[in-house]
């Protein structure tokens, strides 16, 4: 269908809607059913069969399949069935954690996907992209990526960036009207707009012709196939470092068999416990179980209402030495409200909180009737017309569809009796200039019922005061002179005192026969200044909280805002960012400096005030440069190139354009700081539980190596048969091991300084306590092999069950001095419920196969008396309870 040829009548016949009240639900559910979902085919995943088979690639494995099937066909079928038994149940284990970590970020894709504005039922509302349908009709603006293909019915100021489509990077003009030509491409349809491009400027209306694969984006969607890639930096790191140990493992191993073979061993028996010892050995899973440790944070993350994007964030959020934060939504409530209100000389003050449109107006504490304050009245009804928020009402209470500084104007103005629906009847808007972030201004041309047209402006205060050539005073037009300017300064800088946002409002008659404005510079000139209205934002009450803890972990928080100077020191010093010997630096000197100069500026400022976006790459680059981790959030689109330069890059979901979304790292569900506070605690503990996993799985590692070796060379016979060091291995290292990811943070790691982003795995002592402990494990099950042979010489199998006892109960209590990086005794054990049942469910599977008459031939174990546990628990606990011990007479020195 050509709709960009087509008139509007003829577009909602073809499409068969009411473009003033757009689908009904059911006709929307009906369509979804015929159409299908508004989704881009992917690549096709791997199937959960391929998926289970994948587990049994690992070269070690296959060796050890193929030893096994020699040992079937030697007559050793218990052996061989028990070893089959023991490979599928690890390879389950590691199915089912793929699988999670494969959902867990199915799971973020979902969360992080669009959203967009359509008309159903008459009313505006917010829906995910995916359940647009042919017909909907849908608004957007600056900010915005488009849904599906569209087209446009209503255009102002609207530009897109088509380069995804065209590859053109220049943003595009869009218009409303039809267009008529042959052989048009992409690029000449300006009428249209295509799924997956930005709207950068302006806003428009239009109605969804194409979605999913039948859209210009579907049709090119081969370039979206290619998922992208979530190995994080750290993954890599140990991706490198499982390769090293690799290598060392198998050395180690083919000594342990070489000497075994020389004192007397036979072949087949040291081949067999060779490959057996480095399967377990092998810590071929440790990427993957990386992936998992940083997908279940990531669901922690989820529901502390931070929504990661990109993983490597996870790890970098530990490393934050500075988070640089909007004021407005994030650090305070987001909910506006006009106070204070100032015009021909007159402060008024009104009553009422948040959005409720209930409140009165007072002039020097005594209540007055604001029609009868004519200038009082125009700043009101101006306030109102160059407006787009829209008042609206759930079961709790009133919310601000739209910018919330424009619904504090529109609620002002309701409390003085004005409604959108009354001016409607009164003013009809002609034209419109949308606010940007760089002319801090917006403006609408207007015509009331004699046909006399205006243009109204309304922006930020010192930015309009330089458009304005006049002032109302007195109800009349005068020239705005020196001493005019010097009153409005000072009732900005008294406003600004308090704490409040100003907004100021102008305007101008036009001629009666001027012909429509052709720019945004010729309708903002020559303007008369009307007044200015004083809103507060009050911050958030968890905020003050949040900074201080941040303080503690050795992050410092700067505020970044478009407010006035005094404005923002107001609101810094109640939320304790700004103390004596902080700086507050405006826009206007970031302007006058240097990169350089900044560098030395940035490291005593807590707040930039009266910046725009692009002012904060340059923030970002400057701390940068003086070696700082930089969290930087943001929600417009000018925000992206400094979310994208910053280290971790957040955006508001809530506020937020999808630009902005796009270029971040993290997105805050809640717009609120203290969730980046929460992020950043649950990203250190993410690493740090990292790091315990890796601490357990190669101490336990080297324990049993050294277990072999140590036995090799006092020329002693095998302390653990085969099947038993892959049962040691299956029951310490799946799930207390996994336990371990869903550790709870540490007390003290928001009292740490940020971790060095070049920080090797084994720092901060983590190579001695892995080396320490795995000695030590594989000392005492070699103590208690030897203590039981002296004991009973006559049967092996007896000493060989009290060593894989011991060997396995050690590795137990060890899990339990992993939790923390001092000592077994700074945590209660009890706190993580999974790790205790999943210690106890390894406990009773130790037991099983030592006490069930039936899985005794398999695993060659004997039955143990009671009198032996104390010699197993005693030397068991030795290693973890010894080096404790060391630490805590460290610590008094």
Same mark, same amino acid.
């Given at each position: ?33 015929? &159409? ?73 894709? #979902? ?6 504005? /359509? ?52 943003? =595009? ?25 930005? /709207? ?6 239009? /109605? ?48 342990? /068999? ?123 009804? &101006? ?22 500084? #424009? ?13 959108? #629906? ?40 010192? =930015? ?64 008369? &200044? ?68 900044? #560098? ?95 601490? @357990? ?18 020329? &002693? ?69 030897? =203590? ?9 199998? @007896? ?44 406990? =009773? ?49």
């Amino acid at each position: 269908m050509k709709f960009y040829e087509m008139e509007r009548p003829d577009i909602e016949k073809k499409l068969n809607v009411n473009l003033e009240k757009g689908l009904n639900s059911k006709e929307a559910e009906k369509r979804r059913k015929q &159409f299908g979902v508004n989704e881009l085919e992917e690549g096709e995943s791997q199937s959960a069969f391929k998926l289970f088979i994948s587990q049994f690639k690992d070269f070690m494995i296959l060796v050890l399949l193929a030893a096994t099937l020699v040992s079937g066909l030697l007559g050793e079928y218990m052996d061989a069935i028990a070893i089959v038994a023991i490979v599928i149940v690890n390879g389950f284990l590691g199915f089912f954690q793929e699988r999670k970590a494969e959902q867990s970020l199915q799971a973020l894709k #979902e969360l992080s996907a669009p959203k967009v504005n /359509v008309l159903r039922n008459g009313e505006w509302i917010k829906i995910p992209s995916k359940e647009l349908v042919i017909g909907d009709v849908m608004k957007f603006e600056s900010g915005d990526r488009i849904g599906a293909d569209v087209r446009i019915l209503k255009a102002n100021n609207l530009e897109l960036e088509e380069s995804a489509l065209t590859g053109e990077s220049v943003p =595009v003009p869009k218009i409303a009207e039809s267009i008529h030509g042959e052989h048009l491409n992409i690029g000449d349809l300006e009428n249209m707009a295509f799924m997956g491009t930005m /709207v950068t400027r302006g806003n428009g209306i239009g /109605v969804v012709t194409a979605i999913g694969m039948n859209t210009a984006m579907g049709k090119i969607a081969d370039l979206l196939q290619n998922a992208e890639t979530l190995s994080t930096p750290l993954q890599m790191r140990l991706e490198q470092l499982g390769k090293v140990l690799i290598v060392a493992a198998l050395f180690l191993t083919a000594l342990v /068999v070489g000497i075994g073979i020389l004192q007397g061993h036979g072949f087949y028996e040291m081949i067999f416990a060779g490959v057996s010892l480095a399967v377990a050995a092998i810590p071929e899973g440790l990427p993957a179980i990386v992936t998992v440790a940083l997908s279940l944070g990531v669901q922690r993350m989820i529901k502390k209402r931070a929504v990661v994007r990109k993983l490597p964030a996870v790890e970098t959020l530990g490393c934050a030495s500075v988070i640089c934060s909007d004021k407005t939504g994030t650090m305070t409530q987001n909910k506006m409200s006009v106070t204070h209100l100032w015009s021909n000389g007159k402060t008024w003050t009104v009553s009422g909180t948040g959005f409720s449109p209930n409140g009165e107006f007072f002039e020097d504490g005594v209540r007055i009737i604001p029609q009868r304050e004519k200038s009082l009245y125009q700043l009101l009804t &101006f306030g109102l017309l160059c407006n787009h928020a829209e008042l609206k009402q759930n079961k709790r209470d009133f919310f601000i569809d739209g910018d919330p500084t #424009e619904g504090a104007l529109l609620v002002a103005a309701m409390k003085a009796g004005l409604t959108r #629906e009354n001016l409607s009847q009164q003013f009809t808007v002609e034209q419109e200039f949308a606010f940007d972030s760089i002319r801090k201004m917006m403006s609408v041309v207007v015509k009331d019922q004699s046909g006399q047209r205006f243009v109204i402006t309304k922006g930020a205060p010192d =930015v309009l005061i330089q458009k304005c050539s006049s002032i109302l005073w007195n109800e009349k037009k005068v020239n705005f002179s020196r001493d005019h300017k010097k009153i409005v300064d000072n009732v900005i800088r008294d406003f600004a005192g308090m704490a409040l946002r100003n907004i100021a409002v102008a305007y101008k008659p036009l001629k009666e026969r001027e012909s429509a404005i052709q720019n945004v510079e010729e309708a903002e000139k020559e303007l008369i &200044f009307i007044g200015i209205e004083g809103m507060i934002d009050p911050p958030r009450p968890e905020v003050r909280q949040a900074i201080k803890e941040c303080r503690e972990a050795g992050i410092k928080t700067i505020m970044i805002t478009g407010d006035h100077v005094m404005t923002a020191r107001a609101i810094a010093k109640q939320l304790g960012i700004l103390d004596n010997r902080s700086k507050v630096v405006s826009g206007q000197e970031l302007n006058q400096m240097s990169i350089a100069e900044l #560098e030395e500026v940035v490291q005593d400022t807590a707040v930039f005030a009266r910046v725009s976006p692009e002012h904060k790459l340059k923030i970002v680059r400057a701390l940068q440069n003086n070696g700082h981790i930089v969290a930087m959030t943001g929600d417009g689109v000018n925000d992206a190139p400094a979310i994208k330069a910053a280290d971790i890059g957040i955006a508001m979901g809530i506020s937020g354009t999808d630009v902005a979304k796009e270029a971040s790292s993290l997105v805050l569900m809640d717009d609120n700081f203290a969730t980046i506070k929460s992020a950043i605690q649950e990203g250190r503990n993410i690493y740090e539980n990292i790091r315990k996993f890796i601490r @357990y799985l190669l101490a336990s590692n080297v324990g049993e190596i050294l277990v072999m070796l140590f036995a090799m060379i006092l020329a &002693f016979p095998l302390p653990l048969v085969p099947i038993q060091i892959l049962w040691v291995n299956l029951v310490t290292d799946g799930l207390p091991a996994m336990a371990l990811g869903l550790d709870h943070p540490e007390e003290d790691v928001m009292k740490r300084k940020p971790r060095n982003p070049k920080e090797g795995v084994f720092a901060r002592g983590l190579g001695w306590k892995v080396l320490s402990r795995g000695f030590l494990i594989g000392a005492v099950t070699i103590i208690a092999f030897i =203590v039981a042979r002296k004991q009973h010489p006559e049967n092996l199998a @007896y000493a060989q069950t009290i060593a894989f006892a011991t060997l396995t109960v050690s590795q137990l209590i060890l899990v339990f001095d992993c939790r923390s990086e001092h000592s077994i005794f700074s945590r209660n054990p009890f706190e993580n419920r999974w790790l205790v049942l999943a210690v106890f469910s390894s406990a =009773v599977l130790l037991l099983a196969v030592i006490y069930i008459p039936s899985l005794q031939p398999v695993f060659q174990t004997v039955t143990l008396p009671p009198r032996e546990w104390l010699l197993i628990l005693g030397l068991s606990a030795l290693p973890t309870f010894l080096l404790a011990g060391s630490f805590y007479t460290r610590k008094r020195k």
